[in-house]
T-cell receptor
């Protein structure tokens, strides 16, 4: 696998379920991100991990819980979600302190909360 | 806090013609980066072009070029010789220089349709 991969690609869950989204980057980067992309709103930055430490938690509800066990993997744990949480969740990675500052994005997980 | 505004929700262009996408931003920072990202239908978002604010020369990548007006806080994207594969959502993004984590602030996006 190359680049940034995300699993699952599609997820349907009830409001009482617990599920996790997984992101893996194969680029040797040391910063990873979760974004939420809704139909009517700009991309919203949810969480940032740099060198495996969380540096930003953008006022995200506690029903979203990130985990970054190492520089290559990022998880988003979901529990008791609301229908308005239905969206495309994008993962990205970049090289902290690098010269290009480019973020590489995964294909996203399309989440539907019923 | 920074804000990024893309005033054109949708645009269309005929194949082989030129189109310009607008982006304005608001910041009190003097050192920053600006980006255009492209998100094709059902495909991954990719970087199109990048501009460092300290550089006066406008960035160019093949058919893609920017018009960066720092004083006006404007950063438009010009696509020359449009191709069907350019059909996508285009996002303008801002990044403050030197912040931990390289965090991006995105605009709302412009949906571009290239017509044959």
């Amino acid at each position: 696998e190359t680049g940034v991969t995300q699993t699952p690609r599609h997820l349907v869950m009830g409001m009482t379920n617990k599920k996790s989204l997984k992101c893996e980057q194969h680029l040797g980067h040391n910063a990873m991100y979760w974004y939420k992309q809704s139909a009517k709103k700009p991309l919203e930055l949810m969480f940032v991990y740099s060198l495996e430490e969380r540096v930003e938690n953008n006022s995200v509800p506690s029903r979203f819980s990130p985990e970054c066990p190492n520089s290559s993997h990022l998880f988003l744990h979901l529990h008791t979600l609301q229908p308005e949480d239905s969206a495309l969740y994008l993962c990205a990675s970049s090289q902290e302190l690098g010269r290009s500052y480019e973020q590489y994005f995964g294909p996203g997980t399309r989440l539907t909360v019923t | 806090a920074q804000t990024v505004t893309q005033s054109q929700p949708e645009m269309s262009v005929q194949e082989a013609e030129t189109v310009t996408l607008s982006c304005t931003y608001d910041t009190s920072e003097s050192n920053y980066y600006l980006f255009w990202y492209k998100q094709p239908p059902s495909r991954q978002m990719i970087l199109v072009i990048r501009q460092e604010a300290y550089k006066q020369q406008n960035a160019t990548e093949n058919r893609f070029s920017v018009n960066f007006q720092k004083a006006a806080k404007s950063f438009s994207l010009k696509i020359s010789d449009s191709q069907l594969g350019d059909t996508a959502m285009y996002f303008c993004a801002f990044m403050k220089y030197g912040n931990a984590g390289n965090m991006l602030t995105f605009g709302g996006g412009t949906r571009l349709m290239v017509k044959p």
